[in-house]
């Protein structure tokens, strides 16, 4: 069985082609997996050398052109693709100086980011009850024990789905209470440590497998569906259940149910609150988080660090603990008589 997903070889035949290539070849050596661009530009090379275009070069009116055939997709899709271009020309402007490059301001504006939802403890100790009431089947006769460990694992460790969908029965290391995440985003591996309870939770999924008489094998998927050929489960059927916990849970947004996303949201939410309430310095700690999550430096896990409440109010109970002595309240200004 193999683990994760193969690259992507773009395949290029228009007059830009050796540009094209050496351009993703870059990329790809300083560590990208650069798979969603490298198809954006193969797709603009198939309508550059495509004849009915009749565009034997990447100007003004051949970017338009392509980017009309684009109107399809949601406006942020068409500005990400157009920005994937604009990279390339900008590359290839380095040995071309008069080659063409679009204006970004001319793209179509970013779409406003869904507001992520931050799970609570007692809605993920509803969302694990109902999963273990969830009825088996013959093609998933260890649905509540999957989808039980799948929300635990999401919630405590924060990891991405494809992550969790990924790992490997040989990723777990109960002596050292590990687990070994593989070749994720730029190419990185991370061991993350994890706490005795959740270590328990994955050896009682274990022993449920055994008792089935279902495949332990160290090469075979964590979290594993034995239907059609078994394998892991795939991240719609994944998204399916929760969703439908959901519902039974009455967990929604105003848009909506909450994203599977959402749990990584809500585990840099609650180790900020954690740090807050024991007094830790969280600036100190922040660096620790990044690592955790598979993040090159904290700027990134910024993107996680939502401030809502409880952790607004226990920011506030520190600083005022902190520096409340320093502030003096203004004085009221006295009332005029009428």
């Excluded at 809605?123 to 006769?141: D, I, M, W």
Aim: hydrophobic share 35%; glycine share 6%.
């Amino acid at each position: 069985m193999t683990r994760g997903h193969s690259v992507f070889t773009p395949k290029f035949s228009s007059r830009l082609s050796p540009a094209f290539a050496r351009y993703v070849d870059l990329k790809r050596a300083l560590g990208r997996r650069f798979d969603a661009p490298a198809r954006t530009l193969q797709c603009l090379d198939r309508f550059l050398s495509d004849q009915k275009t009749k565009y034997p070069d990447l100007d003004a009116a051949a970017f338009q052109a392509w980017c009309h055939t684009h109107e399809h997709v949601t406006s942020g899709v068409r500005r990400v693709r157009m920005l994937e271009v604009c990279a390339f020309c900008l590359y290839r402007r380095r040995t071309e100086p008069q080659c063409f490059v679009p204006d970004p301001t001319s793209f179509p504006a970013y779409h406003q980011r869904l507001k992520p939802y931050i799970f609570s403890d007692p809605e993920v100790a509803r969302l694990l009850r109902a999963a273990s009431g969830l009825k088996r089947s013959p093609l998933s006769p260890l649905r509540p024990e999957a989808i039980r460990l799948a929300i635990i694992l999401l919630f405590t460790t924060g990891i991405r789905r494809g992550e969790l969908l990924n790992l490997m029965i040989s990723d777990y290391n109960r002596p050292e209470s590990t687990l070994h995440i593989r070749q994720t985003k730029f190419y990185k591996s991370r061991l993350l440590p994890i706490n005795s309870g959740i270590a328990d939770e994955i050896d009682r999924y274990l022993r449920a497998r055994t008792q089935r008489k279902l495949s332990v094998s160290p090469e075979m998927a964590l979290i594993w569906n034995p239907s059609w050929g078994g394998g892991a489960y795939s991240g719609t059927s994944l998204r399916r259940s929760l969703r439908s916990l959901l519902q039974e849970c009455g967990i929604a947004t105003a848009k909506g149910k909450p994203r599977v996303h959402d749990f990584r949201h809500s585990f840099a939410v609650n180790a900020l609150l954690r740090w807050y309430r024991a007094g830790a310095d969280v600036d100190a700690k922040l660096p620790l988080l990044a690592t955790y999550l598979g993040h090159g430096s904290a700027v990134s896990t910024h993107y996680y660090l939502h401030f809502i409440e409880p952790l607004r109010s226990a920011a506030s109970e520190r600083f005022a603990k902190q520096y409340g002595a320093l502030i003096s309240p203004l004085p009221q200004a006295p009332r005029r008589r009428g």
